[in-house]
Each structure stands twice: as C-alpha cells, then as structure tokens.
C-alpha cells in the first residue's frame, strides 16, 4: 500500500489548511487504497483569523495542533519524518500555506520558507520522488526550488500578480482551469488551482482528483 503524505498548515482557509481541500485530498487518496500519513510544522501560526467576521483575533495558534482537527489527532511533527516515511508527499492550499509553511503571502518573491517543510521537500526531490501542490501551495514549493538548478512547472490557475511573483522566484508557471492540472513529468511535480478559481467545492475537486489519480500512478 502507498503511504501519502499531507503536510497541512493549520485550519481553516484564512489563517492554515483549507479544509475543504484537505479533505477531498483525503477522501480522493482512500479511495485510491493510500495510506494517509500527516504531517505538519510544530509553529506558531503567523496569525488567527475569526472565520465569521474576516477579523484578525488577537491570540496565539499552534500549526500541528490546529492541523489535527482536520487529521482526527493521527499526524505528525513534520521535523520527525523524512522522505523514506512516505512515496509521495501533497500539500493542499489556503493561506497556512503561504503564511505558516511559508511567508510568501506576506513577502512574495522575497519570501522565507520553514526549515523543515523546505528539507523534506528537498528530501523527495533528490529521490524523484512524487509531489503535488493545491491552490496556492505551488508558490511554496517555488520558493523551495529558488536556488536549485532546475526549472519547474506549476500551477496557481490564472492570477497574474501571483503568478509573477511564482516566476521570479524562477519557476515556470502555466495558466490552467479548474477542473485540470499542471504536471512537471520530469520533476513528477502536479499542481491543481482549486480554490484560486474554484466557485464551489465540486469544481475545487475536480483538479484535486487528478491531482491524486497521477500522484497514484507513480507509486
């Protein structure tokens, strides 16, 4: 059986994971007869947003633990694992990932990424190993191929200013649909926009179950 990681940033789509992906990701994985292994940073969250009213809360989240409400409690400190605990490794989108796994929704280009989530992904690259990235995680993943001597491609649907951020960070990015997804077959990198376009759960679906059925048929 494979063992699929999903490395989640938190919960909820304005401050970590968007829940609605992690869990189609999720769901399209078991249908498929993965094992789901997750995973997230032990951090703080670079902010917490009332998901009610939009407002920024004054108090103080943990990334792991707020990620293990999507996870049932079954998920792991991302700095405990590496690329030989899983055959692939996915990270679905909201604003956790562009603020927790990374900075990029704060500084773009200029951005930082978290030690850990840029080691394991260094890890899976190095042994081709497979990796899918949802919504706006590809500007994480961008980020973490800054300095390699590579060029990826990948996906954030069709925003322009985001994808020219994506672009000096010196990664490729292709205007796709929401219902496809970018595939980089050499680097065995897939990207679906989900909800960067998606209107509604069904079409943030579509992209990701593809996304799940590639990522399957490389391991």
Known sequence: MAKIGVCLSGCGVNDGAEIHESVITALALDRAGAEILYTAPDVEQTKV????????MNESRNVLVESA?????EITDI??????DMDALLFPGGFGAALNLCDFALKGAECDIHPEVNRIIQEMLAENKPLGFICIAPALFARAVKNADKTVRITIGNDQA???????????????AVDDFIVDEENKIVSPPAYMLAGNISEAASGIEKLVHKIMEWV
């Open 69 to 73: 409400r999507i996870a049932r409690g």
């Open 162 to 176: 985001t994808a020219d951020q994506i672009e000096k960070l010196g990664s490729q990015h292709k205007i796709c």
């Open 49 to 56: 947003v009332n998901h009610l009213t939009g407002d920024e």
């Open 79 to 84: 700095a405990k694992l590496t690329s030989d």
